[in-house]
């Protein structure tokens, strides 16, 4: 490549962000070689239909390509032209598509909300060494709300009733989700009255699921309805467990001061970086990382200690409870790498790109896995 | 359009099938100027890419149009630019479409199988008027499976057991699927080896759906395993469960002769079409269709009487319980209208065109849909 052709590549580069940090690492990946999502992001062609989201996949006949009317005042023969083999509208189609799209957001952060319950069940019951119950007062105001007994009953025996019912909520076959009547009374009234009152957790993803199916629900009014009664199955639901049994287990976050930004990693420490989804993973790392073993490790091969820093949303789960520092968002993960300062990114779920794998090859970084929803 | 032209297009429609009377309708279609699904397959381009199963919609960063590679012996280099933005290849994003494929397939047949448990649970409480347990040997059996004591119990407390049990595997956060019991030992063992054994019905759709979803799991072998998994829930799970809870509810089918096609529409009766997918609907119908009023009602119109047949999955249910005529399968639903001779079609969920209305519109039928799933 000419000289002029590399600077005009590098001067692009300082369009891509007005984060110096990013732009700095963005360079460094094209001297590197290493390719990020800001080049795929460059030579990816978004499929128009796809984009409008009237493309449809959800039966074997597609996939059907039905775009949005163009123009006003369409004829009935024009609009007949711009249907599914099934006869689905662009109308239809669009709402099926976001539909699905908000069960599977549903699924991923309330199947963040049952892992978390089950450990909260394990801790409760003493069966995971490290995690304690932190917050009795949280435990009570929880335990209230889910009509567990409190009275002179030991904390251990009401956190494992509230670990019991949390874990009922996600298959709860009858009746609403407990947190619902957390909400004004007259919010609630409003729900009853759209029919948006979230039931059981899975069961509104499975359900939404079954009615964007071809030949079900066909309306796109009423795919949109259970689509919001879904989005609060979640919000009201699985979102509104996890946080509440996490700061139960981990504490209540209050205002710290906080870094953040690629600038955290440091020359002279073993860099390790917890990116991810669940608060789980990094509280152990929290807990682990003083240990003096690990410490005499690093010191051992040459650095000051360990440095652990957070990305994307496991990062905030430490920097509110421990004032870790947060090396970056999403679109930075690569750029961490990029660095070539981390020695290890540990990821759990959701966030993590496939990405990573290949740019961890290009430095001398350990990239580990930990979950078991990413393997059989 | 020319006579030519006219007999051009007609000479057309002959090839579009074998069944001379779907023929024949076809040709009613296209001199009526009704649309059908075979007008809409000859004008629907379907999209290779999404045809091949590799363009990516799972996260607000798309869509992502990933082709698969068209030529052996590809470089790394090309390998890289055909990527999602995350870095998903074509493999992971075949295999996570097809896995969401398999989430929405045991979403529907489960949901179904939801339907009839609660069905079956209501009337085993006696809060169902027209339905009754009607095949008491299978309850036992079902019973023994499910654990429930039989002893010298009331037929309709053992019932109300089964049905709690039946609802119960839907919502089942632990352990394994009743039914994966009734598989030969060396199966189970196969499928315990590769981590296919299914867990509660819900929770494997919803795991399912957070696999699939960016940055989660990320190998297509791990994907269509959790997806064979999910398959496994509905067919030892939710599908075993509507089978065997159906049989008690309407009786065990035994084979019965039965007349198919689109000439069991009835000149001189009132035809009504029962079209869709659970038994429920079907029988009920089947026990008013003979009501006395109704026939005389039918027959002060002139009518010699009110015919009743089934379409499609409906169809099958009515047939092989009660001899009912199957009108014709999925495709031939519109073409059941273009008839012309029929008086109502009666849908619940599954399988029913969304052209129905449309083409309903164009002749006399009535479309009357049943299901609060396709509805608020």
Not at 201 to 211: C, F, G, K, Q, S
Request: charged share 25%; net charge neutral.
């Amino acid at each position: 490549m000419g000289g002029k052709l590399k600077e005009d590549k590098m001067s692009d580069l300082e369009k891509k962000s007005i984060d110096p940090a990013t732009i700095k690492m963005l360079k460094k990946a094209q001297v590197d070689g290493c390719e990020t999502i800001f080049d795929r992001a460059d030579t990816m062609k978004p499929c128009p239909i796809g984009a409008e989201g009237s493309c449809c996949k959800n039966c074997a006949m597609g996939p059907c390509r039905v775009p949005a009317p163009k123009k006003k005042g369409e004829t009935g023969a024009e609009k007949a032209k711009r249907m599914g083999l099934c006869g689905a509208t662009a109308e239809t189609i669009s709402a099926r598509n976001f539909a699905r799209m908000v069960a599977a957001g549903t699924a991923s952060h309330s199947d963040h909300a049952r892992g978390i319950a089950e450990v909260f069940l394990a801790t409760a019951k003493g069966e995971v060494p490290g995690f304690e119950i932190k917050d009795e007062q949280k435990l009570y105001q929880v335990a209230m709300d889910f009509g567990v007994e409190i009275g002179d009953r030991p904390v251990q025996d009401i956190a494992i009733d509230v670990g019991h019912k949390a874990i009922a909520e996600f298959g709860r076959q009858e009746g609403e989700t407990i947190f619902v009547k957390r909400a004004p009374l007259k919010r609630q009234e409003i729900w009853r009255n759209l029919g948006v009152t979230p039931r059981g957790i899975d069961r509104e993803v499975v359900e939404l699921m079954h009615r964007t199916h071809m030949g079900v629900d066909q309306d796109y009014k009423s795919l949109l309805t259970s689509a919001a009664r879904t989005a609060l199955a979640d919000g009201w639901g699985g979102s509104m467990i996890s946080t509440e049994l996490q700061d139960i287990l981990f504490g209540n976050p209050v205002p710290v001061y906080g870094q953040i930004n690629l600038g955290v990693l440091k020359k002279d420490e073993v860099n390790v970086v917890v990116h991810g989804h669940e608060p789980l993973l990094p509280e152990i790392m929290v807990g682990v990382v003083h240990d003096p073993e690990i410490q005499k490790a690093a010191k051992a091969v040459g650095a000051k200690g360990v440095n652990l820093v957070g990305m994307c949303c496991s990062a905030n789960e430490i920097l509110m409870r421990h004032g870790i520092p947060v090396a970056g968002n999403f679109l930075q993960q690569e750029l961490a790498i990029v660095t070539g300062a981390v020695d290890a990114m540990v990821v759990d779920v959701q966030c993590e790109m496939q990405s990573l794998a290949q740019v961890a090859k290009c430095y001398h970084t350990k990239l580990i896995t930990t979950s078991a929803k990413g393997q059989n």
